[in-house]
């Protein structure tokens, strides 16, 4: 019998070690997810208006899971100590959902992610950026984002167009129908700017001179936050779920062992 | 070889002439990137192009000339019969479609004294040097509209057209041209594609997004195998009293009295 018992306290050990590393990677889970929800680099807009924000929806789901993660990991701690069956069962079969739902979100930031190609952007920025006619609320609302955040972006980060700027020479845009191109051959936004934020030199920026336009594209701008986001929820959320899917084996172990 | 020295020789029998090799050029790519845009053409101004027909005690003046080369079958003269040079604009001659239009009028440039273009990097002379050194045909998007515009109007041009380009020396006093380079190489305005047609398919999935879709798969699945196996086995446990499977007994809550084995 000492044997089992030894062998009981060290599968109890180790069980509830494994629950509060759960429970600190739940409420890990929770911070990151809310980091990337309240989107630092402002490239929600961009997404909203691609109609593919399911990067977003899978860190919506991380929050909630992170925090039943901790919620659960309390309750199997307890359960484990008391030897409760009861407890132990419940425990089991929420924790199976909550890995059924973080199941859900890492490989919808995963899939998701694979879609946001720069060809997407591209066709996005060329269809909405400064669209004067639209059709509806919804429109304007997403025209209006892409808008905002793109002369953001132009400004903050020193770039043009998702490749370079001649995106803007190589299409035509809802930008070309209202701004023609002996003006405006790319927007005024990625000409190298002074300190009071008009054109250093906006003949040298129409030309092209170099060092009075960007000439570099802004997809490293938007795909670099973009990519540590889904990445940051899919994986992460991957290894939390290796290692609970040991704890909850050993909990399932420890639960058909124990007496009522 | 031969006939071109012919050629040449007659020309400089004090008859007028285009020197055969000197013709408008595009601006240095190096420096004028974008060009030739979807409207406009940047030229370089026509330095050193006309040194050898300018006389001191007179003042000349450059006309540019440009038009479709479409049009060079129709009239690609710019000098009516006493060599006068054509007051054409863009809309008498529909954008330079049947005939040449005079694009623009500008000083002689400074043969002994160019501009330097390793100025431009020098934001208070790079406005200097590009005035200078280019003329951007097709600047003025406003002069076809406005109807007090009274000087020589640059129009856009039109997109995915070739256009062909003159330089014209002028002498101001006596309104006769005196020298005129060839016609330009054919130059052609940008094509736009339309944003519809961009693919935006992103192809092949990522290694990562397969390997977390299926190992997360395969752990759904023992999960579930382990709980539907500890459940039965827990089921069967308790359908059958008589069994004599020892169980691993509660150590910390000994206080409660042991509950009698029900069947579930």
């Known amino acids: 019998m000492a044997k089992s018992d030894d062998g009981i306290r060290i599968l109890q050990g180790l069980l509830v070690f494994g629950n509060v590393i759960i429970g600190m990677c739940g409420i890990a889970l929770t911070a990151e997810c809310i980091f990337f929800v309240s989107d630092p680099h402002g490239l929600y807009p961009l997404l909203e208006a691609t109609e593919n924000d399911d990067i977003y929806a899978a860190a919506w789901i991380g929050i909630f899971v992170g925090f039943a993660l901790f919620a659960l990991s309390v309750l199997g701690i307890i359960g484990v100590i008391k030897a409760n069956r009861t407890l132990l069962l419940v425990y089991l079969i929420l924790m199976l959902i909550t890995f059924a739902f973080e199941m859900a979100s890492c490989i919808t930031a995963a899939t998701h992610r694979d879609f946001l190609t720069p060809n997407l952007f591209l066709k996005q920025m060329l269809e909405r950026y400064k669209k004067s006619e639209t059709d509806n609320n919804n429109d304007k609302w997403m025209t209006e984002g892409v808008t905002k955040t793109w002369d953001k972006l132009m400004l903050q980060n020193q770039c043009c167009g998702v490749r370079g700027p001649s995106d803007w020479q190589e299409y035509t845009s809802a930008f070309r129908l209202t701004y023609n191109d002996a003006d405006f051959p790319w927007p005024h936004n990625c000409c190298v700017m002074d300190a009071r934020g008009s054109p250093v030199n906006l003949d040298g920026c129409k030309l092209g001179v170099p060092g009075y336009y960007n000439s570099n594209g802004c997809y490293d701008a938007i795909s670099g936050p973009m990519n540590t986001h889904a990445w940051g929820v899919a994986w992460f959320g991957f290894a939390i779920l290796c290692w609970t899917f040991c704890v909850l084996l050993g909990t399932m172990f420890y639960w058909s062992r124990i007496e009522y | ?264």
């Not at chain 2, 005079?102 to 002379?125: I, W």
């Not at chain 2, 200078?132 to 076809?144: A, E, I, P, S």
């Not at chain 2, 006596?174 to 380079?181: F, N, P, W």
């Open chain 2, 1 to 264: 070889m031969c006939s071109h020295w012919v050629l040449l020789a007659f020309c400089c029998l004090g008859q007028l002439c285009a020197d055969q090799s000197l013709k408008p050029q595009i601006a240095a790519p190096h420096l004028a990137t974008n060009n030739p845009t979807l409207t406009t053409v940047a030229l370089e101004k026509p330095f050193c192009m006309f040194d050898s027909s300018l006389s001191p005690n007179k003042s000349y003046v450059i006309y540019l000339y440009a038009m479709k080369e479409s049009a060079s079958a129709i009239s690609s003269l710019v000098t009516d019969n006493n060599s006068k040079p054509l007051n054409s604009t863009f809309q008498q001659t529909n954008g330079g479609q049947r005939g040449p239009y005079k694009a623009a009028l500008f000083n002689v440039p400074n043969c002994a004294s160019p501009p330097k273009l390793a100025d431009v990097g020098d934001v208070n002379k790079v406005s200097d040097v590009l005035k200078q050194y280019l003329f951007r045909v097709g600047d003025d998007g406003t002069c076809l509209y406005d109807p007090n515009f009274l000087a020589v109007c640059n129009p856009p041009l039109a997109p995915d057209t070739t256009y062909r380009f003159k330089y014209v020396l002028v002498d101001s006093t006596e309104g006769m041209m005196k020298d005129q380079t060839i016609w330009s190489d054919p130059v052609k305005t940008r094509r736009v594609k339309l944003p519809l047609k961009i693919d935006t398919w992103p192809g092949r999935r990522s290694g990562g997004m397969i390997v977390i879709t299926s190992i997360l798969s395969v752990l759904v699945f023992l999960l579930l195998a382990g709980f539907l196996a500890s459940v039965s086995s827990a089921v069967t446990v308790s359908e059958d009293p008589s069994a004599e499977i020892r169980r691993m007994s509660r150590t910390i809550q000994q206080s409660e009295p042991r509950p009698q084995l029900s069947s579930e």
